[in-house]
């Protein structure tokens, strides 16, 4: 059964056909990369689903349910998340107080008026078990706004982790940091989301990452889905070739 | 690194009791040493500082900076005044109840508008309803005594009548005084757990990243919206407290020279911390009465002190002070 799907999928921005009339299914447990050149649509179609965006018609269904017009929040508490292509964190507040903002919301936790953060023991230790699984509990008490881009890419990560996603989008993770740097990154990501069973999508244009870490790929060109596959059914495909690398690309 | 060195220290009360009563001491003291024009001139201060609070809830806690806020302060004021002209209600604990429910009918109808904007919008549309708010009290002065305004006599503490001939001068500085000085820090500790609360957190949330702040499922609206109520009670509080000071409530404090005035006081001692509006609006008090008495263009060296301010100390008192305490114990530590 499909964890997630969109039918007829559509958002245009004047002329500009972002998502145009896009049928995308995502499978349960899948670890998925939505591919395709800038301007394909790929973080569009990410917005449309994590509820950034309204669509200008089509459905999504989320486990079956119709969630095309919940709110961010609705979608967040059916087991929607999502990390950002540009970076996008609480700066002025600690790497710790990052993860643990999370929790708190996810516990419905943020409606208390007369209660001190401070004395939450399970929120914050269940933050620090977080950002030790990403590698960051050395950091825990820095500010997020002063720490590495690796690190941040990281970051963004777990504060949409700590939220017990379903389905996890994840918006280049590894963009902006340096090609040594990636694979350790999507690395930690991968082992944390498939031994939870996350199901992910990751948006991403550096194919040695996609082809190494993705169960199944889908290239999208012009706002429409060109093609979907495994990893090895992409590489041979010509058109994605033409489209996606130019038709020059060997 | 063991978990206990990396989580965040339990901001227990009981820590903050080690600074917060010493301070309370000296405020509780403070009657018996200084003539009661400084006891009255002091509770003038932390009526202001109750305001000042209050405010800063959304300026450095929720990112809203209100240009409003004497709204609330003058709806407090006016409350009591009209409780005690169509109600002939004397007691202090009733003003403060009768404040608190007027506040809550007025920040729901003001914040249900003033949350849906952001930024200069949020910030025009709350300076335009306290203008509303003070047009009322103008032009309806069959009602509100335009600007003669209306008169607030002594008010009955805990229930407790003040002879017919005692000195009204001595019961501001003593009673009424420890009457401020009791509710001031009721409201500190109440906004001290509010703003360290997961709520709080969220407001900073919010502040520092909208867009992130949604995307972990907080709420925007409706949190700002709790947190333009609180804060306008806190201010109607300080509006209800400072008319018995004063003795008389005009038009004046709901224009918008005194919302002014009330972010000047946030900005003095710095938004960016707790004490900061506290430190600010004592500060300002003192200020603004030796300026007044200093000379005629007072106004004018107000807002030099404020242009100074913003380029000399951004941070504010309570910033530079915590600034100067790090670099110092930076040194001694080297």
């Known amino acids: ?250 | 690194m063991s978990t206990a060195a990396l989580a965040p220290r339990a901001r227990s009360p009981l820590r903050i009791v080690v600074w917060a009563v010493p301070i309370a001491a000296l405020l509780a003291l403070l009657p018996s040493v200084v003539d009661p024009y400084g006891a009255i001139l002091l509770a003038y201060g932390l009526v202001m500082a109750i305001a000042a609070l209050g405010f800063n809830l959304l300026l450095g806690y929720t990112g809203l900076l209100s240009f409003g806020h004497s709204a609330y302060f003058g709806l407090g004021a006016y409350a009591v005044a009209f409780m005690v002209k169509y109600l002939h209600v004397q007691s202090m604990e009733l003003f403060i109840l009768g404040t608190i429910a007027a506040s809550l009918l007025v920040t729901f109808l003001f914040g249900y508008v003033c949350v849906r904007y952001t930024r200069i919008f949020f910030s025009i549309l709350t300076l335009a309803l306290s203008q509303v708010l003070w047009s009322l009290a103008f032009k309806f002065f069959w009602v509100t005594g335009g600007t003669d305004g209306l008169r607030v006599p002594t008010p009955k503490l805990l229930g407790l009548v003040e002879p017919e001939n005692a000195d009204k001068i001595h019961f501001l500085a003593h009673a009424y005084y420890y009457y401020v000085l009791g509710v001031f820090v009721l409201c500190v500790a109440l906004m001290w757990l509010i703003v360290h609360s997961p709520f709080g957190k969220a407001l900073q949330a919010i502040r520092d990243n909208e867009t992130r702040a949604r995307f972990v499922g907080i709420r925007i609206r409706s949190y700002r919206f709790v947190a333009f109520v609180v804060s306008g009670i806190f201010t109607g509080i300080a509006g209800a407290l400072w008319v018995p000071l004063n003795g008389l409530t005009t038009p004046d404090i709901l224009y918008w020279p005194f919302s002014g005035e009330l972010v000047f006081m946030t900005v003095l001692g710095g938004f960016h911390n707790f004490t900061g509006p506290i430190v600010g609006a004592v500060a300002f008090n003192y200020l603004k009465t030796y300026a007044v008495g200093f000379t005629v263009y007072w106004q004018a060296l107000l807002g030099i002190v404020l242009v100074v301010l913003v380029m000399v100390l951004p941070s504010g008192i309570v910033g530079t002070a915590q600034l100067l305490y790090a670099v110092a114990r930076r040194r001694v530590g080297r």
């Open chain 1, 1 to 250: 059964m499909n964890l997630l799907e969109t039918k007829q999928l559509t958002k245009y921005f004047g002329e500009t056909h972002a998502v145009d009339k896009v049928d995308f299914a995502v499978g349960e447990g899948e670890v998925l990369s939505l591919i395709g050149s800038n301007g394909a649509g790929k973080t569009s179609l990410v917005n449309l689903v994590s509820g950034l965006f309204e669509p200008d018609s089509g459905t999504i269904l989320f486990r079956g349910a119709d969630v095309t017009r919940e709110s961010v929040q609705g979608r967040i508490q059916a087991g929607i998340a999502r990390s950002f292509q540009i970076v996008n964190l609480f700066d002025a507040l600690t790497l710790l107080d990052n993860v643990a903002l999370s929790i708190f919301s996810r516990e419905k936790m943020t409606r208390r008026l007369f209660s001190l953060a401070d004395h939450q023991h399970a929120v914050w230790q269940e933050a620090l078990d977080i950002l030790r699984q990403f590698g960051l509990e050395l950091k825990a008490r820095e500010l997020a706004g002063g720490i590495a881009q690796g690190e941040r890419k990281l970051l963004d990560v777990a504060v949409a982790y700590a939220l017990k996603p379903r389905l996890l989008f994840l918006d280049e993770p590894t963009s902006g940091v340096s090609t040594r740097e990636k694979a350790p990154i999507m690395d930690v990501i991968s082992s944390i989301v498939r031994s939870h069973k996350i199901t992910a999508v990751v948006i991403e244009h550096d194919m040695d990452i996609i082809f190494k870490y993705s169960d199944r790929i889908v290239v999208m060109h012009e706002g429409k889905i060109l093609a979907s596959g495994s990893p090895e059914e992409i590489r041979r495909n010509e058109t994605v070739k033409d489209a996606v690398f130019g038709p020059t690309h060997a």
